[in-house]
């Protein structure tokens, strides 16, 4: 049931790389966490080993009308991943104008699949403000935003902590209460990197979920389309990831025991199916 959403107003500060890795970070800590993907790059599957050639996925279903439980792809690491899909330029427009006439589009079967109280759910989001993000911003129980130590993440921290980046006035000071910051890619090595991560640390106080350091290991697990825990456990940003994972268990509610029915309609994903591979 709790809803996780990493966004950003800035891009290439790795919400992606987050979402994957700490959804795994959760599926390892005994959590069973579903990671959809609402950015159009369609790349939250790279991370998780999803075929190029399988470009398949839920928001691509939307726009044709289709279930997009049937996008479902159970992945190697544990963690359930509904990838974006991929679409063309007009597609994609499409979509946002449908999603921005009617949010109710992402919203149903997000409610649904947020009726299975034993299921986190951990939504990547395209940078800066969407149509998708907006419809999604309700459901939301914590916002993870990403930041770089550098000089224009730092700039954008007002924007970021107040929470005007997902909103205004009222509205905006209620989403910065559901909160927290990860501050990303810091290098000690740096002079600029590591005063830049230290400041904004001092500054955020509780609303700093954690740090993780620029580690090349990182890439290299992207590039080989592997979990960073899997791919490198003893990096420096897969310790710093496990420590994240412990923070964000530590907001969430204790896991209902699955056996215990939900209310409402069935849920759109069969958990009698989960641990099964797709591809
Ligand atoms: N801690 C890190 N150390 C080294 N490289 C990193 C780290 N975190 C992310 N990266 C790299 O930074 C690049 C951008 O990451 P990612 O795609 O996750 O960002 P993003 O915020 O999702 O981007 P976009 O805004 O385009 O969706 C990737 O190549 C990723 O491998
Ligand atoms: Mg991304």
Avoid at 39 to 50: I, S, T, Y
Avoid at 57 to 68: E, I, K, N, Q, S
Avoid at 115 to 127: F, K, M, N, Q
Avoid at 209 to 234: H, I, K, N, W
Wanted: proline fraction near 8%.
């Amino acid at each position: 049931m709790p809803v996780i959403c990493l966004a950003s107003p800035k891009g290439g500060v790795g919400k992606t790389t987050m979402s994957a890795n700490l959804a795994h970070a959760l599926q390892r800590a005994g959590r069973r966490v579903l990671a959809i993907d609402l950015d159009p790059q369609n790349a939250l599957r790279l991370h998780f080993g999803v075929p190029l050639e399988d470009t398949g996925g839920f928001m691509a279903r939307l726009t044709a009308g289709v279930d997009p439980g049937g996008a479902l792809r159970e992945t190697a690491s544990g963690v359930a991943l509904l990838p974006h899909g991929a679409l063309d330029m007009a597609s994609s427009l499409a979509l946002a104008v449908a999603i921005e006439r009617n949010p109710e589009q992402i919203t149903a079967p997000l409610r649904r699949l947020m009726a299975d109280p034993g299921l986190v759910i951990i939504i990547d989001t395209p940078p800066g403000p969407s149509h998708a993000l907006a419809a999604v911003i309700p459901l939301v129980d914590t916002f993870v935003a990403v930041l770089l130590a550098d000089a224009a993440s730092t700039a954008l921290l007002p924007q970021v902590e107040t929470g005007a980046f997902l909103g205004q006035g009222t509205l905006a000071s209620l989403f910065a209460s559901r909160l927290r910051i990860i501050i990303n890619q810091v290098d000690q090595a740096s002079r600029l990197s590591f005063t830049a991560a230290e400041a904004v640390a001092r500054h955020l106080g509780p609303k700093l979920l954690g740090a993780v350091a620029r580690d090349e290991a990182m890439s290299e697990a992207l590039a080989y389309q592997r979990l960073l825990l899997d791919f490198a456990p003893a990096s420096r940003a897969a310790t710093d990831l496990g420590a994240i994972a412990q923070a964000l268990v530590a907001l969430l509610p204790t896991p209902v025991a699955a056996s215990q029915p939900a209310a409402g309609p069935p849920p759109l994903l069969d958990p009698s199916r989960w641990g099964q591979r797709s591809w």
